[in-house]
């Protein structure tokens, strides 16, 4: 019984080790959720008159994640609040999982990050020089990026 616990802690070990080789002191990314959120995102009163919060976290969702060089609002063209052309092509993309978690090194500089979606890409963060979801990656540092997609969203 001895050998089979030892066995099964080096084996814990080891995945623990593979999972987490990904974030490592010694690289740099991001990481972070996507999920999805639409419809009247407004509190509704109910028949007692209380107030009903809606869900603002919406739900994880499986995406695309498509990483541009640093762009700004200038060099991109936008309709029904996706992008439909952007200056430059991508320069990687990830694919996020079924929970919306995804994790992506990068080398450290300036990005700015987009979800695929059926008519264009989505974006909804910019600065204020007009730069499009800019996101810094650090040397040896994981930057958290949680993206909400809520263009068929009312608030």
Same mark, same amino acid.
């Given at each position: 019984?001895? !050998? =089979?616990?030892? =066995?099964? $802690?080096? @084996?814990?070990?080891?995945?623990?080790?593979?999972?987490?080789?990904?974030?490592?002191?010694?690289?740099? %990314?991001?990481?972070?959720?996507?999920?999805?959120?639409?419809?009247?995102?407004?509190?509704?009163i109910s028949d007692d008159g209380s107030a009903t919060p809606p869900n603002p *976290?919406?739900?994880?969702?499986?995406?695309? @994640?498509?990483?541009?060089?640093?762009? &700004? @609002?200038?060099?991109?063209?936008?309709?029904? %609040?996706? $992008?439909?052309?952007? *200056?430059?092509?991508?320069?990687?993309? =990830?694919?996020?999982?079924?929970?919306?978690? $995804?994790? @992506?090194?990068?080398?450290?500089?300036r990005y700015s990050i987009f979800t695929q979606e059926e008519g264009g890409l989505?974006?909804?963060?910019?600065? %204020?020089?007009? &730069?499009?979801?800019?996101? =810094?990656? !650090?040397?040896?540092?994981?930057? *958290?990026?949680d993206i909400i997609i809520n263009y068929k969203a009312v608030f």
């Open positions: 019984m001895r !050998k =089979t616990s030892n =066995t099964l $802690f080096i @084996l814990l070990l080891i995945f623990m080790n593979i999972s987490c080789k990904s974030q490592s002191s010694e690289s740099q %990314g991001i990481s972070g959720k996507i999920t999805w959120l639409e419809g009247n995102q407004m509190p509704m *976290k919406g739900v994880p969702v499986k995406r695309t @994640l498509l990483i541009y060089p640093l762009t &700004n @609002l200038a060099d991109a063209k936008m309709e029904d %609040g996706l $992008f439909v052309q952007i *200056k430059g092509e991508a320069i990687i993309q =990830t694919e996020s999982d079924e929970n919306g978690e $995804f994790a @992506l090194e990068l080398s450290p500089g989505f974006a909804n963060i910019f600065d %204020g020089e007009g &730069n499009i979801q800019p996101v =810094t990656i !650090k040397e040896k540092e994981w930057t *958290k990026l």
